[in-house]
């Protein structure tokens, strides 16, 4: 079974390097109830009623596999590392209960509660972990849920602001409220008045899970939302009950003075990190895991609210030579200029990727510096790393993913509980690896990608529809452990940004489009209704340069079309042409003032919709070439010469389709 005979041992600091072995055998985490005449004994399996909730529900944690009759306490511990019971009266864990004669029980957990002097709380945003104790207090099993984090989505503008929408509770949608908004809205910032103005002169935008940061052009940061573990980087610590949080953006200190010289930023569960000028790179926040990567682990209930150099493992010196970051749940990986992978911080999952030393049966729990990644010292472009797991896009285009996998989120045709290292994702078949990938996006337990063709395709966790591919996993079997493509996004897609429970894509026309759980209003499209496949978010068109987590792309310049030439007269008007004739079908096509003379921007084989002469199609054909020639330009013009069917009285429409959504029509009357 998953962590027979782990015992539960208190929290200590170790010295750099930091490197903390537990030997447990996964978490266990599903979603379902107990299966009916269960056997005493066995696997212990911890299951809730589903996989995250609002702040003042109640969550029916359930157990099976148990021994019959068997005494046992459930310790659920909150996000900020506290343990209190779940009874509802805020009084310290944990709860108390016996297996029943199948070997399981079923406990309702008060995520608020009410204290004896009158003082109320609700759940904090985030992960609790469910450990199941004997007597001895010996792990006999463990399980997962979370608080709605993550339920939010921003925007970069084309004139350099910001917007956000979904979650406000934190203050996460930077607009001074702690509101939720299913629409878009501006995030706003104090001057040295206090009086409100926009966000302006940001490069890039990074989401965690309820606080947010904006690269700014003079290299500085700004940050948002909540900032329990000062995962904002303002020197302070927010109240860790309440919304705790800021609503507008405040600069990130660096010592008495705000931190400059930042290349780019990544905001991970309860930290953020950001890579300096000369490649150097800093974290803040929470620290509980190793995730600051300074060499030490700081109490699981603190952290550090100002930026701390990460440090190397071996040789044991401070990071340098990083091109990009991504800060996960509880770990942070890095690509070097060179594409090489290290990460740091939380692995007992394999989202370390260093894989398993000798005689090891598990990955390492907590290591506190950056190590290597197994066999990623070269190739890679880009890194993401999810909350419990870690993908690489290498320089060929393939995919690596590596981490927890119970919801096939490593996108490798299994649901094994833990990757400790590298492992194809692939593409239909295990033997296939996935290919021609030009970005990839790891969210909470799922992870999409967008191919050089600009198709979105994302596998893993789909609960909420979040894969986008129509259809919502049922909690039986809640993964995809293959890539899928997203419903209506076979082309034109230039980003992609998983959330925890949802997905967006800015398509190269620059609008932005949504997916998955709509909870609190993060789909963006005015409501709260979930989507399996993408919806467009209001108010964003043509207006943004990048989603958060992504470089800003270049501005598409709109394409115009010219044509067609005589003898062929534009649509409205019918050409009557000799059917057994040639007519040539010439046009010209423009971005901005630069001709366009490529002809694979045309969408063949070219085709004709036949119709009545009056209207109304009935079938298509394909157009034939005069003596075999195809689509070319040349004269100025495409031209291509069709060969009209001898076909008398019989009326087309011929539709040349461009591959940024563009087209021409002509009609044509056959005699």
């Known amino acids: 079974m998953g962590n027979m005979g782990k015992r539960r041992a208190p929290f200590s600091n170790r010295s750099q390097p930091v490197w903390f072995v537990a030997l447990l055998f996964g978490l266990l985490f599903g979603v379902g109830s107990n299966p009916a005449g269960a056997a005493c004994g066995g696997s212990p399996v911890i299951t809730t009623d589903k996989p995250d909730y609002g702040p003042t529900e109640t969550v029916v944690i359930s157990g099976t596999g148990f021994n019959c009759g068997e005494a046992v306490s459930v310790l659920v511990t909150a996000p900020d590392g506290s343990t209190r019971s779940g009874d509802g009266t805020g009084a310290a864990g944990p709860d108390s209960v016996v297996t029943d004669g199948e070997g399981a029980f079923s406990i309702d957990y008060h995520l608020s509660a009410t204290l004896a002097d009158g003082r109320t709380y609700e759940g904090q945003r985030g992960v609790y972990r469910v450990e199941v104790l004997d007597g001895s207090e010996t792990v006999l099993g463990e399980g997962s849920f979370s608080d709605a984090g993550g339920y939010f989505s921003c925007a970069l503008t084309a004139a350099g602001g910001v917007k956000c929408w979904g979650s406000g509770t934190s203050g996460s949608l930077g607009n001074g409220s702690f509101e ?21 002169g940001v490069v890039q935008i990074t989401l965690g899970p309820n606080h947010a940061c904006a690269l700014t052009t003079a290299g500085g940061v700004k940050c948002w939302g909540n900032n329990s573990y000062g995962q ?3 020197g302070t610590f927010a109240p860790i009950e309440g919304p705790g949080g800021f609503a507008t953006p405040g600069d990130v200190m660096d010592g008495s003075v705000a931190l400059t010289g930042v290349t780019q930023i990544s905001a991970g569960g309860w930290h953020t990190c950001a890579v300096i000028t000369g490649g150097r790179v800093k974290c803040w926040g929470n620290n509980g895991q190793g995730q600051l990567g300074n060499g030490t682990i700081s109490a699981s209930t603190s952290g ?3 930026p701390v150099d990460v440090r190397e493992w071996i040789p044991a010196q401070p990071l340098t030579g990083v091109a990009q970051i991504s800060a996960g749940g509880y770990h942070t990986c890095t690509v070097s200029v060179d594409g090489a992978a290290k990460c740091w911080g939380r692995g007992v999952h394999g989202q370390l990727g260093v894989g398993l030393g000798r005689g090891e049966t598990h990955p390492a729990d907590l290591i506190g510096e950056a190590v290597n ?12 790393a999810g909350f419990e797991h870690t993908c690489a896009l290498t320089t060929a285009g393939a995919v690596k993913c590596w981490g927890r996998n119970s ?9 094994t509980a833990r ?3 590298p492992i194809d994702v692939v593409d239909g078949s295990p033997s296939i690896p996935l290919g021609g990938v030009a970005q990839i996006s790891a969210g909470g337990w799922h992870t999409c990608a967008i191919t050089t063709g600009g198709s979105a395709t994302c596998w893993g966790f789909n609960d909420s529809g979040q894969l986008g591919n129509g259809t919502v996993s049922p909690p039986t079997s809640p993964g995809i452990a293959m890539p899928v493509n997203v419903y209506g996004m076979g082309g034109g897609v230039a980003q992609i940004s998983g959330g925890w429970p949802h997905t967006c894509a800015l398509t190269t026309d620059r609008h932005v489009t949504c997916w998955g759980s709509n909870a609190q209003g993060q789909l963006g499209d005015g409501t709260y209704l979930s989507s399996a496949a993408p919806v467009d978010v209001i108010g964003l068109t043509n207006a943004v340069a990048a989603l958060w987590d992504g470089e800003p792309i270049t501005p598409v310049v709109p394409w115009t079309f ?6 062929v007269e534009m649509s409205g008007v019918w050409n009557t042409v000799k059917g057994g004739s040639t007519v040539p079908i010439k046009f010209q096509v423009f971005a901005g003032a630069a001709e366009l003379t490529d002809p694979s921007i045309v969408v063949q084989p070219l085709a004709a919709t036949q119709t009545a002469c009056s209207g109304g199609a009935t079938n298509t054909i394909e157009l034939t070439p005069t003596g075999g020639t195809s689509l070319r330009y040349g004269g100025g013009h495409f031209i291509f010469n069709w060969k009209t069917p001898k076909m008398p009285g019989y009326c087309y429409v011929i539709t040349v389709f461009f591959t940024n959504g563009g087209s021409l029509s002509a009609n044509f009357e056959l005699r």
């Open 180 to 200: 939720n908004s299913a629409t878009p809205v501006d995030v706003i910032e104090l001057d040295g008045t206090g009086t409100p103005k926009l966000l302006d």
């Open 232 to 234: 904002l980087g303002n």
């Open 304 to 306: 550090i609210a100002t």
């Open 373 to 384: 990644v197994k066999g990623m010292s070269s190739g890679v472009a880009q890194i993401s």
């Open 407 to 415: 919801f096939g989120q490593a996108g490798h045709g299994t649901f």
């Open 419 to 421: 990757e400790p290292e």
């Open 562 to 567: 010219s044509g067609f030439y005589h003898p």
